[in-house]
């Protein structure tokens, strides 16, 4: 195939084979009598994700339930962690993940990094603040004053903090 690809069951049969030419049905290598539909992998330039804490050699911790976290930073050439903490030891939790230094290309402190969601451990979901998301991303005007007041108008991550006020986050 000359391209990574991956080998899924669930779309044997479905209109995707029909329009997708680079799908292909192969034989199942531990089971000849299986058919697989075999698909170019999904190789993301760069993945980010939000974690608790990162040493200074670049190793990361982060939740083990958001499993999405390992499968990005595996399948992507570039991995950027923003995390909680800059710590010289690691914190060993139950529930948290270990991701080796040499599968992040960057790390960035950047604690309250998952507002308006939560960080387990370390802040709650900011309520007050997903319900200006959510309305805010029905309608194309209120949106652009949500992203003009969040996002464009700021200078970076710590004044996005300052204009959530006392108790914004």
């Known amino acids: 195939m000359g391209l990574p690809f991956m080998p899924v069951r669930g779309i044997l ?3 995707y084979m029909r329009i997708r030419e680079e799908f292909k049905v192969i034989k199942n290598p531990y089971n000849g009598e299986e058919k697989l539909a075999a698909v170019p992998a999904i190789v993301p330039d760069v993945a980010a994700f939000h974690a608790y804490q990162a040493d200074r050699q670049g190793n990361v911790m982060a939740d083990a339930s958001q499993s999405s976290k390992l499968l990005a930073q595996a399948a992507s050439r570039e991995v950027i962690a923003t995390v909680e903490e800059l710590v010289d030891n690691l914190t060993w939790r139950r529930n948290w993940s270990f991701i080796p230094a ?6 960035a402190h950047a604690p309250c990094g998952a507002h308006p969601a939560s960080c387990s451990g370390y802040y709650d979901i900011d309520s007050a603040h997903m319900q200006e998301y959510v309305a805010a991303a029905k309608d194309p005007e209120k949106w652009k004053a949500y992203l003009d007041k969040y996002i464009y108008s700021l200078e970076g991550h710590q004044q996005y903090l300052e204009s959530l ?5």
């Open 13 to 15: 049969g479905s209109d």
């Open 102 to 107: 040499n599968f992040i290309t960057a790390v």
């Open 165 to 169: 006020g006392p108790g914004g986050r």
